[in-house]
């Protein structure tokens, strides 16, 4: 079953505005990770915020996390038109064996 | 560091036909997942395994997938027999203790059943 719902579904953009991605999640997490998907990289992981923390942020990418609403954000800044991708939350909810529940995902297009 | 390798990148069988796939996780690595993502979702875990124990294998549909990673290091995902609802990717990834809980994918093999 999958854990992580993206909100928008697709999102389309032109160069240089800022995306924003939302994930709402069910039960209580251990960490929520984001993760890109392109046709030419394939599935690369972007980003992981833990529970105990708000706010992180890495180069362009600024990840925000309510545990109280289950719910995250992503933020791309400036953005590329080398950022059209399929974006992905994805929930570890703790244990030894670090499963990760992904969502659906947002398509974002980003337009030169 | 070599990243996960996965073979064949491409498989089109007809349905009832049998089909596997291969992993090669990055080296060192001693946690491996495979999962399935069908067309507009996201992966669906299917199987984990740490060194060559199973760990998790609650989604897969045990009656016609198998998967086995003998020597702890490649592993195998077959389907047998394939059923047109298994066209998808089979991601394979890997993930090492050194890095925490980043899982490091490999390309995937798109299989389209017929």
């Known amino acids: 079953s999958q854990q992580g719902e993206e909100d928008p579904q697709a999102l389309s953009i032109q160069e240089g505005e800022n995306a924003t991605m939302n994930c709402s999640y069910k039960?209580?997490?251990?960490?929520l990770q984001w993760y890109r998907q392109n046709s030419g990289r394939g599935l690369v992981h972007l980003i992981l915020?833990?529970?105990?923390?708000r706010e992180k942020h890495s180069g362009r990418l600024r990840v925000t996390l309510d545990t109280s609403k289950k719910s995250s954000s992503l933020l791309i800044t400036a953005s590329r038109a080398a950022d059209t991708a399929s974006y992905f939350c994805a929930t570890n909810s703790g244990g030894s064996n670090y499963k990760l529940t992904f969502g659906k995902g947002t398509l974002l297009t980003v337009n030169p | 560091e070599a990243g996960v390798a996965q073979s064949p990148r491409y498989k089109i069988i007809e349905k009832r036909q049998s089909v596997a796939f291969w992993c090669n996780p990055i080296?060192?690595?001693?946690?491996l997942y495979w999962y399935q993502q069908i067309l507009g979702q996201g992966p669906k875990l299917l199987i984990q395994?740490?060194?060559?124990?199973?760990?998790?294998d609650s989604q897969l549909p045990k009656d016609r997938f198998s998967a086995e990673r003998l020597k702890g290091v490649d592993s195998t995902l077959k389907i047998q027999p394939a059923k047109l609802e298994d066209s998808a990717v089979y991601l394979c990834?890997?993930?090492?203790?050194?890095?925490?809980?980043?899982?490091?994918f490999g390309p995937g093999t798109r299989l389209t059943v017929l």
């Open positions: 990834a890997s993930r090492g203790e050194a890095r925490g809980n980043e899982q490091f």
């Open positions: 395994f740490q060194n060559n124990g199973v760990v998790d």
């Open positions: 039960t209580s997490i251990n960490n």
């Open positions: 915020i833990r529970s105990n923390e």
């Open positions: 080296s060192g690595h001693a946690t």
